[in-house]
Structure formats: C-alpha cells, structure tokens
C-alpha cells in the first residue's frame, strides 16, 4: 500500500497541475494516518486478539 501511495504521490507531482498534486499528497498522507491502527493490528504490535485495550 505504501509504495501505490508513494508512486501516486510522485506521478502526480510529475504530471498534474501542482494544487491537484498537492491534494493528493495530502489524501495519500491522511490514508497512511488512517491505516496505521489497521497496521498495528496485523503485524501484532499491541493491538489486535487476546491484547489488553489500551
């Protein structure tokens, strides 16, 4: 998932106009923000079955 927001980041900084590049940047960033409870849980880092809720 990293590297697909990563390369949207980048191709749109190459191609689009820069306050579309801009937005997208900014949605790529509040998606990496969003998923990091989603990453936590799957690789078992405090989160997830069987752990205390914090």
């Keep these: 998932m990293l590297r697909q927001l990563g390369a949207a980041?980048?191709?749109?900084?190459?191609?689009?106009?820069?306050?579309?590049?801009?937005?997208?940047s900014?949605?790529?960033?509040?998606?990496?923000?969003?998923?990091?409870?989603c990453r936590r849980w799957l690789t078992g880092n405090g989160f997830g079955p069987g752990a205390e809720t914090p």
């Design 9 to 24: 980041v980048v191709s749109s900084w190459a191609v689009c106009p820069a306050p579309v590049a801009a937005l997208v």
């Design 26 to 37: 900014a949605l790529a960033a509040a998606a990496v923000v969003a998923g990091i409870p």
